[in-house]
């Protein structure tokens, strides 16, 4: 204890009375000699002054020349090495020497002003201003109402008038009279000079009470008994060194070595293993046991509030669990868990397991089996983000670890290797957990610590430039004002232009919403890259356009003739190429969607053409115009003939969505599909691959070609994609063409790829028939053509898939085998003409025929019995033929019998 002059400020007082808050948690991150008590006298003589500036300037600041004492002689050589080092590095007006002798002599707030202003000008932050409510002036005592005044007021401020209720009145006057008595025992307790009344605090029977009962005010509570004067006590004020640790931490294990089933002697320190099962390995913690959250007394006044409603699952641990202290001894326990001396070649049993674990990685690139040792301890760590988190909240101390960990693990890992995913992924899971708990300071967390030690990685591997800027936007909230600050201090670090608009190319494709400032600030420089001469950074900035649609559509617009001029004369950038196609479709389909297309548009979809009101004649203009610069450009691109077969699968898949823009476009695109020339590439991309309808996500793959972004280009099925009845509709045309004598295997297979997509559109609305309208119709159209398919090897694949479809999704059903053009099939395959085509053919076409009627009978009714009617018919209408068809006769005897 000691006299108020001389009271020893406890961190709580400081960060609540005098350091800011965020001057605080900026010294404790510094991790200095000793910790702060007493802002003037700790800073008087200026050595951690010198230490602070030694974390910023290492090479200016050599600490062995300050002295750590109170003598009037160390302040004056300590001060003196400061200002010549702040005017070496370029900061003579951060301290002047008038300024640092009021500190030596511990001249009030002269201390707490430097600091304020040192750590705006290392950390390039402002802080809060906040501003105190006014409070009123003291009244003096001879002011004050006495007790007949109160009752006086009361009377006339309730009209107690004669005939009023005695009762209610005197219940009314009597709280009156009760809560001055109150009010005059509260201000002995506060002001007990004024009613000069003797300490008797070593009475123990006056001691006052700490708990409340039973809700009462705190006033009652301190009120003597009754006949007995108040005691008043004067408790000086006391310096407690703060544990670096919650109480939540304390609580849990408290309550863990009460629990009735731990066994007393257990040892449950921070690096204590997992309990072993019977046969000697490890008993797996259940990951449940393993979510901890701090509740509202946790350190760290800032989210106090957030954190008073997130539960506590300490009750939920199972004995034996793990509580670590804080996050090394986590990081230490989740380490030893996987790696021991048994699998660690250079295991220092001297070491903790947090710097075995460094060595490791160290030594990663010799050995593959420390690759997956790495991969497996980084697992294990990241079953723990949850408590990581809560520890990296608290203080930016605990952080420094975690970060020292997968920022090492980050800088050193091959791109190639699995340590590195895990490590990417282990710490964004984190950073989603930290922005959860503290969204205010979660980017300032990560860019002090973390951004700097990946920053020469980030400009030297663009490899890896997706993870680490994957890592950002986890450490980010997910609104535009946050995203704009990351943009920012990604600049600060990044001093090369090419390196920051390729980051921004990658920022931009995870951006789920854009405003107008981050709309401004990623097209202008998407400008820049398109100025600049290298082709790589030319196809990062039209991705980052194509990445800002719709919302950036007139921007587009007014660049597409600079792009035009890009790809003249042939010899263009693979990847400029492929970005440039993506960018056109994805701009041509917002023009369809707007009703800007031709009349095919409207007609196939029903789509009508929308206004721009919000639009100006020339941004119209503008926009309209643009509409045949993106068609050339596409020309321009999927035109030749030497065009790269990856360029025409992404073509085919980002320009699904513009089919029905005009007839032009869509004599593109099927040029495009066309010109695949891998059949199983092409049956993938219609998606006659999958097991349809789905309500599962369709599959993905990437396209392999090395994209200098590092983010792969992926190919999926169109199915969702198009306009399933724009592309019946095309084939429909080419039906009814007189001089169309049969349909070709491509449109057959573009029509089987279009029912079935609509058939997987139709699933989402639980309708009976998937098939109706104007899919009938079409089918009409189309069956002599479906039919007449049967009779090709090539084609009969995908007439059997239509003529499955409509009778199982269709109001047409069985009556399609009764069709007696349907019974013409059986001519056609099994006469006489069918043997001109060769033996193999025709047996190949008969084989898929034969099966289609098979699981057409094994569906059941009403479709087994039209298939044994059909043929039925056929050995009665044709026996000669029906005779010569002896494959035929056993399936017709096999189901008759079965339907006996």
Same mark, same amino acid.
């Given at each position: 204890?000691?006299?108020?002059e001389?009271?020893?400020m ?21 991790d200095?000699?000793?910790s702060v ?9 200026g ?20 002295d750590?004492?109170n ?6 050589d300590?001060w003196?090495?400061?200002l010549?080092?702040l ?21 009030d ?10 750590y ?5 932050r ?10 009123m ?12 005044t109160k ?12 005939g ?9 006057l ?12 509260g201000?002995r307790?506060t002001?007990p000079?004024r009613?000069?009344?003797t ?10 009470q ?19 004067d ?11 060194r ?23 002697n257990r ?6 293993p ?6 000697g ?29 997130a539960?506590s699952?300490?009750q ?5 669990h793990?509580?670590?202290e804080n996050?090394?001894?986590l ?8 790696m021991?001396?048994?699998n ?7 070491s ?11 030594m990663m ?21 949850s ?17 020292d ?5 980050i800088?050193t890992?091959g ?11 282990g ?5 989603q ?8 300071s979660s ?6 610590f973390?951004?700097?030690k990946?920053a ?10 997706v993870?680490?800027?994957?890592l ?7 609104d =535009?004002? @946050?995203?704009v600050q990351?943009i920012?201090? %990604?600049? &600060? $670090?990044?001093p090369?232009?090419? +390196? ?21 600030l990623?097209s ?7 100025g600049?001469?290298s ?8 991705s ?7 919302q950036?559509e ?10 035009e ?12 190429q492929?970005?440039?196609v ?25 789509e ?11 941004e119209?203009?503008?926009v =309209?115009? @643009?509409?045949?610069i993106?068609?050339?450009? %596409?020309? &321009? $691109?999927?035109g030749?003939s030497? +065009? ?9 898949v ?5 089919v ?11 040029g495009?599909?066309?010109?695949i ?8 991309l ?6 349809l ?5 369709l599959?993905t ?12 280009y ?6 969702d ?13 080419a ?16 029509l ?11 699933a989402?609305?639980?309708?009976e028939?998937?098939?109706t309208?104007?899919w009938?119709? %079409?089918y ?26 409509y ?9 399609i ?7 013409g099939i ?17 047996m ?5 025929f034969?099966?289609?009627l098979?699981?057409?009978f094994?569906?059941?009714a009403?479709?087994?019995?039209a298939?044994?009617q059909?043929?039925s018919?056929f050995?009665?209408?044709?026996p000669?033929?029906?005779a010569n ?9 096999e ?6």
């Open positions: 204890a000691c006299e108020p001389a009271v020893i406890s961190t709580e007082n400081i960060s609540n009375n005098t350091l800011p808050r965020e001057v605080l948690k900026w010294i404790q991150s510094l200095l000699a000793y008590k007493n802002v003037r006298r700790d800073f008087s003589n050595f951690l002054v010198a230490e602070i500036f030694s974390r910023y300037y290492a090479k200016d600041i050599h600490m062995h020349s300050y750590n004492g003598a009037a002689k160390s302040k004056k300590n003196s090495q400061i010549k080092v005017r070496r590095v370029g900061l003579p007006d951060l301290l002047s020497e008038e300024e640092s002798h009021w500190i030596a002599c511990l001249e707030g002269a201390a707490l002003n430097f600091l304020c202003k040192a705006e000008t290392l950390t390039q402002k802080l809060s201003q906040q501003v105190k409510a006014p409070t002036g003291k009244v003096a005592g001879y002011a004050k109402d006495i007790s007949v009752v006086r007021k009361a009377i006339q401020h309730n009209g107690l008038k004669e009023y209720d005695i009762q209610n009145a005197a219940k009314l009597a709280g009156v009279v009760e809560n001055h008595e109150i009010s005059l025992q201000e307790f002001e000079d009613y000069s009344v300490s008797n605090a070593s009475n123990p029977r006056q001691s006052l700490q708990n409340s009962i039973g809700g009462e005010s705190m006033q009652s509570r301190i009120r003597p008994p009754p006949g007995e108040m005691p008043q006590v004067r408790a000086k004020e006391i310096s407690v703060q544990l670096d640790r919650n109480v939540t931490h304390l609580r849990a294990s408290k309550d863990l070595n009460r629990s009735p089933g731990s066994p007393k040892n449950n320190g921070p690096n204590s997992r309990p072993l099962s019977p046969d390995s490890i008993t797996p913690t259940p990951t449940a046991g393993r979510q901890m959250f701090m509740d509202d007394m946790s350190v760290g006044a800032h989210s106090a509030a957030a954190r008073s409603n539960p699952d300490a939920s641990l199972p004995p034996g793990l509580l670590p996050s090394l001894s990081l230490n326990a989740c380490i030893g868990r996987v021991n001396p048994s660690h070649p250079a295991w220092s049993s001297r903790d397991a947090f710097n075995n674990f460094l060595s490791a990685l160290s690139a010799t050995s593959n089996q420390l690759d997956a040792l790495i991969t497996a301890t980084l697992r294990e760590i990241q079953i723990s983000a408590m990581l988190a809560d520890a990296c909240a608290v203080t930016p101390k605990q952080f420094w670890k975690v970060s960990l997968y920022c090492s693990v800088t890992a791109y190639d290797t699995s340590a590195y995913a895990a490590a990417t992924e710490f964004t899971i984190l950073g957990f930290v922005t959860k708990r503290d969204p205010h980017l300032s967390l990560f860019c002090d973390s951004l700097f990946l020469n990685t980030l400009v030297n591997n663009p490899r890896k430039r993870g680490i800027l994957r950002l936007h986890a450490f980010s909230p997910s =535009a004002p @946050s995203h990351c920012k201090r %990604l600049q &600060s $670090i990044v090369d232009l090419a +390196v920051f608009i390729h980051c921004l190319t990658i920022l931009s494709s995870n951006e789920s919403h854009v405003d107008e400032l981050l709309l401004d990623y202008y420089y998407a400008s820049i890259g398109l600049l001469p082709p790589k950074i030319r196809a990062g900035a039209v980052m356009l194509q990445s800002l649609l719709p950036a007139l921007i587009v617009a007014s660049n597409l003739p600079l792009l001029k890009l790809i003249e004369g042939g010899g263009v950038w693979w990847e400029l492929a970005n440039l993506s960018l056109c479709g994805s701009y041509l389909a917002i023009q369809k969607h707007k009703g800007r297309g031709a009349s095919r548009s409207r007609l196939y979809s029903g009508g053409k929308e206004r721009d009101s919000g639009k100006s004649d020339d119209a203009d503008i =309209a115009g @643009s509409n045949s993106a068609m050339r450009i %596409l020309y &321009s $691109i999927l030749e030497s +065009v790269m077969q990856g360029i025409l699968q992404l073509a085919a980002n320009l699904a969505e513009t029905g823009y005009s007839a032009e476009f869509d004599a593109l695109y099927l495009i599909l066309q010109r020339e891998n059949p199983a590439e092409l049956r993938y219609l998606g006659l691959e999958l097991t309808p789905t309500d599962d996500p599959p793959k990437a396209l392999p070609l090395p994209s200098s972004s590092g983010m792969p992926l190919l999926f099925p169109v199915i994609r198009w306009n399933p009845l724009v592309v019946a509709k095309i084939v429909e045309q039906a009814r063409e007189e001089s169309t004598e049969r349909l070709s295997a491509f449109d057959l297979q573009l089987h790829a279009a029912v079935r997509s609509q058939l997987n559109a139709a989402q609305t639980n309708a028939y998937g098939l309208g104007p009938v119709d %079409l009409e159209v189309v069956k002599n053509f479906v039919y007449v398919a049967f009779c090709d090897p090539e084609c009969a694949p995908h007439a059997v898939g239509l003529v499955t479809v009778m199982f999704n269709s109001k047409l059903r069985d009556t085998l009764a069709d007696p053009r349907f019974a059986f001519r056609l395959m099994y006469g006489n003409e069918a043997l001109q085509n060769g033996e193999d053919h025709v190949a076409c008969q084989f898929i034969e099966s289609f098979k699981d057409t094994a569906s059941g009403p479709l087994n019995t298939v044994q059909a043929l018919h050995s009665k209408s044709t000669t033929v029906f068809a002896p494959s035929l006769q056993k399936l017709l005897k189901f008759t019998a079965q339907l006996r």
